[in-house]
């Protein structure tokens, strides 16, 4: 299947979209990494409520806030919340990483079967950097994320994950392992202006296998609706 032909699955995030040639390609597992605060979670939201705003449903897998405290930080964009959930249109998941072996169990041998049975067709995985928790040694923790990355794929879904970076290695993520599970890496950084006071916020699509995307590194805000991508700079001399 050649480039053009590739379907894609437009994020909802103005500006990542014209980098990305039209949207994720449809099936990769993409990963979002990035230090606290720069929108991870927000830009998982906003690629899930997209979706559900195309009738696409989504699943939220959260290792981290509970369902409400998830959806009410969805709300302060304005996305419409309630209704898509009590439709059924996006489903929270709950892995609490207090439940070990039961979580390893999910994810090694149900994990798939849910998601397929729930038809959904954009899943978020918030975070991975939680699966470390999960596994007392190496071996184990790569094992755990293979076999989540493995599930999400099998379902036939478009799936964004999110991990926090090192903080002395900000370009990496804590773990050094999603990265290679991935399809693609989007990193998510804080940039200095040229005064050297103000901080902004910038945006790079580092990898995406099997197609072509904007190399360069674009600043980014987010505001009352979620993020959006200054793409007025984009070089559109993409790479492989």
Not at 32 to 47: D, I
Not at 64 to 80: D, H, I, N, Y
Request: proline residues 5%; glycine residues 12%.
């Amino acid at each position: 299947m050649s480039e053009s032909e590739i379907p894609r699955v437009p994020t909802g995030v103005a500006g990542l979209d014209e980098m990305l040639g039209g949207g994720l390609p449809a099936g990769h597992v993409v990963l979002v990494t990035g230090l606290p605060g720069t929108g991870k979670t927000c830009l998982g939201l906003q690629f899930l409520f997209s979706g559900a705003a195309r009738g696409e449903p989504g699943v939220y897998l959260s290792l981290e806030e509970e369902e409400p405290a998830l959806l009410a930080s969805a709300r302060q964009f304005g996305w419409p919340v309630d209704e898509v959930v009590k439709a059924g249109t996006v489903k929270v998941m709950r892995l609490d990483p207090k439940q070990t072996h039961q979580n390893l169990q999910r994810i090694q041998s149900d994990l798939a079967k849910e998601l397929k049975a729930l038809g959904a067709k954009r899943i978020v995985v918030d975070s991975v950097s939680l699966l470390n928790m999960l596994s007392d040694d190496e071996p184990s923790r790569r094992n755990t994320l293979f076999g989540l990355a493995a599930a999400c794929r099998d379902s036939g879904a478009t799936t964004v994950l999110t991990a926090e970076a090192d903080p002395l290695h900000p370009t990496v993520t804590r773990d050094g392992l999603s990265e290679y599970i991935a399809d693609g890496v989007i990193l998510l950084g804080y940039s200095s202006a040229e005064d050297g006071h103000r901080i902004g916020l910038s945006l790079r699509i580092l990898k995406m296998r099997r197609t072509a995307h904007a190399r360069t590194v674009q600043p980014y805000r987010i505001g009352s609706g979620g993020i959006t991508v200054d793409a007025k700079a984009v070089d559109f001399g993409r790479g492989p």
